[in-house]
């Protein structure tokens, strides 16, 4: 299997837990991962350290750039990276991927992973949904993305928060092609 590059930007939406849990997974299959560029939102710092009451998502063994590097590997797609997770996405983040305005290392990224008819995920976390939301999604499914709502399944019983939120980080992974672990529908059923 070829090793993936893979992108993850995180914005101030709500649901940190998404970002932590996907960061945790992504270092637990190294093996299949050449490389992982992070990029945070402003807001999304602020709001990991809300709900998450900590600044831990530095202390993650990835390269970080920050929002408005336009030099970082992946604002090109002569880096070949292979997938972009943004997750949480924002709404305002997906709206300007929609409408292809590359105003930060985020959108930029987005844009050149579009473009280079790769593989974006995006994790959109706001409810209920807007008109203007559901065209943007529209727009970002029609340019070749996938919209991954932040909806968690419940039917292996989840117990806890991060449990919950576990089976949503679990379709993203899947999603970006890496090989895992994970409860799956029908599979651990006794007759």
């Known amino acids: 299997m070829k090793k993936k590059k893979i992108i993850v930007a995180i914005t101030g939406a709500s649901g940190s837990v998404y970002a932590k849990l996907l960061l945790n997974n992504l270092q637990q299959l190294a093996d299949q991962i050449e490389t992982v560029g992070v990029v945070m939102s402003d807001n999304a710092k602020e709001v990991w350290r809300f ?9 993650y063994p990835f390269t970080f750039y920050p929002k408005m590097d336009f ?23 997906l709206g300007r991927i929609a409408h292809g305005i590359s105003n930060d290392l985020i959108s930029r990224a ?20 807007s008109l203007i939301h559901i065209n943007n999604m529209k727009t970002v499914t029609e340019a070749g993305g996938i919209i991954c709502p932040a909806s968690p399944s419940y039917y292996s019983i989840p117990t806890t928060i991060e449990e919950a939120a576990q089976t949503v980080v679990s379709r993203v992974i899947d999603l970006a092609g890496l090989e895992q672990d994970s409860y799956r529908w029908n599979e651990n ?3």
């Open 51 to 59: 709900e998450l009451g900590n600044s831990d998502y530095d202390q």
């Open 189 to 191: 059923q006794q007759e």
């Open 71 to 93: 030099n970082a590997p992946f604002a090109s797609g002569s880096a070949k990276f292979d997938t972009m997770i943004i997750i949480p996405c924002s709404m305002g983040t």
């Open 110 to 129: 987005a844009d050149v992973i579009l473009k280079e008819r790769r593989k974006l995920i995006a994790v959109v976390r706001d409810t209920p949904f």
